[in-house]
Nanobody, 115 residues
């Protein structure tokens, strides 16, 4: 059974930074890719960033390019999302996801950015 556990969310002022972590129950090499998604109140869940298992290719939503960085530590089976220059519109529940044949999701962590 795959388990993804997010941590690192919280309340931060605009312009601040947070680092989210996603710890997987097994080797993250087992997945084709891992990523972060977010869902704001009243909005659909949207992709934030992804990273592949082969080649560490990354992909970002236009809204976070240049501010957010996704990375992985294979030894710790953990994926990170470094978020800088946070803005109120980044407020959302952030979900970790892993993909192999299907998507696996974490429980989410709340990020709130105050203006």
């Amino acid at each position: 059974q795959v388990q993804l556990v997010e941590s690192g969310g919280g309340l931060v002022q605009a312009g601040g930074s947070l680092r989210l972590s996603c710890a997987a129950s097994g080797s993250i090499f087992n997945f084709n890719a891992m990523g972060w998604y977010r869902q704001a109140p009243g909005k659909q869940r949207e992709l934030v960033a992804t990273i592949t298992s082969v080649g560490d290719s990354t992909n970002y939503a236009d809204s976070v390019k240049g501010r957010f960085t996704i990375s992985r530590d294979n030894a710790k089976n953990t994926v990170y999302l470094q978020m800088n220059s946070l803005q109120p519109e980044d407020t959302a529940v952030y979900y970790c996801a892993a993909h192999k044949y299907r998507y696996y999701w974490g429980q989410g962590t709340q990020v709130t950015v105050s203006s």
